[in-house]
């Protein structure tokens, strides 16, 4: 087996890029050993222009510091100053109310949460079926076989069996031993109607 021998161009590039590549990374490696430091800016040198120059002492000046000395705010002198003192008594501190001793936060303000109604995505509820206004009052028929009931409806009276639909609305489902389980058909809604005297 023979590698590299029969395509000789191709070898001889990808040695000349092998070679590249090495002289690339020796130079980025030794670029950043050997970096020159930035050369000094011109404001960290002092100029002689930006002194400030040394104001000569008058001879007054001189026989003060002779008589005795007087005192600056930045000095050291031990002495009372009642006139300063008696300034920041002056000065009156408004705060802001909080208690500077006490570690606590502020106590955020909590916003009024919006009625039901004004959420963004508030949806009404949805209004509740109307009820089935029959009235069960009465059986027909065998007790063990197939049974018949008496509904009302204002002064119109049905008579049907279990899967009967009646007034084109109602659907009898279940017709137990006291009650009647009735499906409006419209809205979906079940009801039970109990056997009512008279």
Not at 43 to 58: D, E, F, V
């Amino acid at each position: 087996m023979k590698i590299g021998t029969e395509n000789k161009v191709k070898t001889g590039v990808a040695a000349a890029l092998l070679i590249v590549a090495v002289v690339l990374v020796v130079r980025a490696f030794h670029s950043d050993d050997n970096a020159p430091s930035p050369p000094p800016t011109a404001a960290s040198k002092p100029s002689s222009s930006t002194a400030p120059a040394a104001k000569p002492r008058s001879a007054g000046a001189v026989a003060k510091s002779k008589t005795g000395p007087t005192p600056q705010p930045k000095s050291l002198d031990p002495t009372l100053r009642f006139d300063l003192l008696k300034s920041s008594e002056e000065i009156a501190y408004k705060g802001t109310g909080r208690d500077i001793f006490r570690s606590q936060a502020e106590e955020a303000a909590i916003p009024t949460p919006l009625p039901p109604e004004k959420q963004p995505n508030y949806v009404p509820p949805k209004p509740p079926p109307p009820p089935i206004n029959l009235k069960f009052y009465g059986f027909a028929g065998p007790k063990n076989g197939n049974k018949r009931i008496f509904l009302l409806q204002g002064e119109d009276i049905f008579v049907a069996r279990e899967g009967d639909i009646v007034d084109r609305r109602y659907k009898i489902v279940h017709i137990g031993a006291n009650s009647v389980d009735v499906e409006d058909v419209l809205t979906n809604n079940r009801q039970t109607l109990t056997l009512t005297a008279g």
